[in-house]
Structure formats: structure tokens, C-alpha cells
């Protein structure tokens, strides 16, 4: 069971670094190449943006892995209120399995604050980012609506997990559902365009080829004969 709910910790960092760290990276791109006020453009690599990405999920591990050796986790038994069956007359005992440390409140407060700080400042970077308009970074407005849809449904995640810990299902629901909704919008924002607009330009070159052959077909046929 530890080693499940450290699987956990693990997957929810990396995939929170990988996935809101790739649309902070494209952002940040954005940022400092039009909106910096520089004289001169910058030019940003795509693999800037790899080692960006790869130093949030570098923090987040260094963290867990000093969480892990320094306050490695335990189980822990909770036993809630029995429950009285009158009728029936049963009581009924109910207790919560944990994996839990001693200092985990410190662990999880410094990968929330990491977490938070680089959603405030992607929130801040769409902000300023939110009037660009070219055509190569057609999908700067759609990864800004990404970013605000992963801000909130994240705050509200952190809420109900501390919120709602004695509610086994219904903690796991809500947090499962938010999970789900986040990754599936942000999948449709940035897919969908995408598909659409390759088959607009698909279309789009499908007529002016057409167009082409009309028109060498009339210059031809008012060529005059020898």
C-alpha cells in the first residue's frame, strides 16, 4: 500500500510537470518573443522549452525524494464514529487506511506552493499573451484558455482533497472527475483546432488546384494554331 500511494505521488507530479509545464513552455515562448518589448526578436529552440519542462519535473522529484528519505511514508489506521443499526441491532465499525508522515503537511504545502507559483505565472503570461495574433502560433489563445481551465479545476482539486479526506468515495470521485474533465478539455483545445484547420487547408488546396487547371485548360485552348 505505501508503495501505491508513492506510484501516486509520483504520477500526479510528473504528470501535472509534463502537462502544464508544456503548455507554460509554448507560453512563455510567446511572452518573450512579442511581448517583451525587446528591440531585437529572440529566438526561443523548442529544446529550451524541454529543459524548461524538465527542470519543473526535476524540482518536483528532488522534493519527493527528500520527503520519501527524510519522512518516509506509514500506515496509519483512522477509526470513524460507529454507526448504530436499531432495527437491526448492529453497530458498525468503519475505519480509514492511510499512508501518511508525520511532517507530510511541510512536503505537500512546498509541491503545492512549486505548483501554484507556475500557475499564477502561466496565468499572467496568457494575460499578456491573449492579443497575439500569427498565423504559426494560431494555438497561443487556445493554450491561454488551457492554462485558466487548469488553474481552476487544480484549486478546486486541492480543496476538496483537504477537505474531504474522512469521505473515501466521494473524495476519490470528485478528484478522479476533475482530473478527467482537465486533461479531456485541454485535449480538445488544442486537438480539435488543429484537425479542423488541416482539413480547411486541405480543402482550401484541393481548390486552388482545381482553379489552376481551369485556368491552363482556357489559356490552352486560346492558344492560337499554326
Avoid at 513552455?25 to 518573443?33: F, M
Avoid at 483512522?78 to 453497530?91: A, K, M, Q, S, V
Avoid at 507559483?117 to 488551457?146: A, E, Y
Avoid at 480538445?188 to 480547411?200: D, M, S, T, V
Wanted: glycine share 6%; hydrophobic share 50%.
Amino acid at each position: 500500500m505505501i508503495r501505491f500511494r508513492q506510484a501516486k505521488i509520483v504520477s500526479i507530479a510528473v504528470g501535472f510537470s509534463l502537462a502544464f509545464g508544456g503548455l507554460f513552455a509554448k507560453t512563455w515562448r510567446v511572452y518573450l518573443i512579442f511581448t517583451n518589448g525587446a528591440k531585437q526578436k529572440k529566438i526561443v529552440k523548442d529544446s529550451q522549452l524541454f529543459l524548461m519542462v524538465s527542470m519543473l519535473i526535476t524540482i518536483n522529484i528532488s522534493i519527493i525524494i527528500i520527503w520519501f528519505m527524510i519522512d518516509p511514508l506509514d500506515v496509519t489506521i483512522e477509526n470513524l464514529p460507529t454507526e448504530f443499526n436499531h432495527i437491526d441491532d448492529i453497530e458498525v465499525h468503519k475505519d480509514i487506511v492511510n499512508c501518511t508522515s508525520s511532517n507530510q503537511i511541510y512536503f505537500m504545502g512546498t509541491l503545492f506552493g512549486v505548483q501554484g507559483i507556475i500557475l499564477l505565472f502561466g496565468v499572467f503570461l496568457s494575460l499578456q499573451t491573449r492579443k497575439v495574433t500569427v498565423d504559426g502560433l494560431n494555438d497561443s489563445k487556445m493554450i491561454g484558455v488551457c492554462i485558466y481551465n487548469v488553474v481552476v479545476l487544480s484549486f478546486l482539486g486541492v480543496m476538496v482533497s483537504l477537505t474531504l479526506k474522512s469521505n473515501v468515495d466521494l473524495h476519490y470521485g470528485i478528484i478522479s472527475c476533475i482530473i478527467i474533465l482537465a486533461t479531456t478539455v485541454t485535449q480538445c483545445l488544442i486537438i480539435i483546432p488543429k484537425i479542423k484547420g488541416h482539413f480547411n487547408n486541405s480543402s482550401r488546396v484541393g481548390n486552388n488546384e482545381a482553379t489552376t487547371i481551369r485556368t491552363v485548360t482556357r489559356f490552352t485552348r486560346a492558344e492560337p494554331t499554326a
